[in-house]
Nanobody, 114 residues
Framework: QVQFVESGGGLVQSGGSTRLSCAAS????????MRWYRQAPGKERELVAS????????YWKNSVEGRFTISRDNAKNTVYLQMNNLKPEDTAVYYC???????WGQGTQVTVSS
């Protein structure tokens, strides 16, 4: 059974940083394209970043490029999203997901105060 457990969110001041973690079970993150999504209040869920089995990262929002970094630790079977220079518009629930499986975790809330 594929499961994702996101963590690392919280209340962060504008300009601050935090690192989100996504612990996966039931699949190997090293062999799957993994994605981070976010959903802000009243908005649709949007794709933020992805990392493929070759380790190539793609950032799908111009607004996060240069500030967010997706990475993974194969030994821990965990995917990360390092978020720097956070802005109030980054406030959202963040989710990770594999491209292959239609399974979502519970998400982790990131709130950026101005």
């Amino acid at each position: 059974q594929v499961q994702f457990v996101e963590s690392g969110g919280g209340l962060v001041q504008s300009g601050g940083s935090t690192r989100l973690s996504c612990a996966a079970s039931g699949l190997a993150v090293s062999r799957n394209t993994m994605r981070w999504y976010r959903q802000a209040p009243g908005k649709e869920r949007e794709l933020v970043a992805s990392i493929n089995p070759f380790g190539t990262a793609t950032y799908w929002k111009n607004s996060v490029e240069g500030r967010f970094t997706i990475s993974r630790d194969n030994a821990k079977n965990t995917v990360y999203l390092q978020m720097n220079n956070l802005k109030p518009e980054d406030t959202a629930v963040y989710y990770c997901k594999s491209v292959t499986y239609d399974t979502w975790g519970q998400g982790t809330q990131v709130t950026v105060s101005s």
